[in-house]
């Protein structure tokens, strides 16, 4: 958001942001600025600090940048932090690392920041590998033990018996038709015969 979030109500700030996307000329507005994005993380204190600087050589700190904070996860990414996580003069924004947070199975967790939805300056993203995870603890009994849930090397004797057996039933009644076939096919042409010779 832009520096005068502490005089404008949220609502308020919102409805600038709307009458400068819709109602003021696209020509009259200047271009987003790529910026500098830096994650630095504190191993003693769990602490991910944001560095956002601009893309230039001099790199000046920028303030006032809402910086976002993830946890990426297996299908997505998981917020933490405050709502909204402004950068003071210096460029920088600290926020805390939640606790009990489950990470692979060493314990690691990938940490993403993000400047997004920012009027001024595009998009930008940052990660870093922490293990300050809880470690993914996997029941190897449970997880090997046969389950309807399981591959087909792990599923239930009892559904291997009854697919099978239904399997093998298909096929001999299908083998037993054709039997059957054959023989009625037999027995016609000995009628036949038969039959002609008692005619002669």
């Keep these: 958001m832009p520096p005068f979030k502490g005089t404008l109500k949220e609502e ?21 600025k790529d910026v500098i994005l830096e994650i630095i993380a504190n191993d003693e204190q769990k602490t991910i600090t944001a560095l956002v600087s601009t893309s230039d050589s001099l790199k000046q700190p920028l303030s006032e ?58 998009d930008i993203s940052a990660s870093i590998d922490r293990a300050w995870g809880v470690n993914l603890k996997t029941e190897d009994d449970k997880f090997n033990q046969r389950s309807l849930w399981g591959a087909r090397s792990k599923s239930p004797i009892w559904l291997l018996l009854l697919a099978n057996g239904i399997l093998f039933a298909v096929w001999a009644v299908i083998v037993y038709i054709i039997f059957n076939l054959r023989r009625i096919k037999k027995t016609g042409k000995v009628y036949l015969i038969d039959v002609n010779k008692n005619k002669e």
């Design 65 to 122: 940048i809402d910086v976002h904070f993830y946890i990426k996860r297996d299908f997505g990414v998981m917020r933490f932090g405050e709502t909204s996580n402004y950068t003071g003069t210096d460029g920088k924004v600290t926020v805390m690392f939640p606790e009990n947070i489950i990470g692979n199975v060493q314990g690691i967790i990938t940490i993403v920041g993000k400047v997004e939805n920012n009027f001024f300056y595009n």
């Design 12 to 32: 308020e700030i919102w409805s600038v942001v709307n009458y400068l996307r819709v109602l003021v000329n696209p020509s009259l507005v200047p271009p987003a």
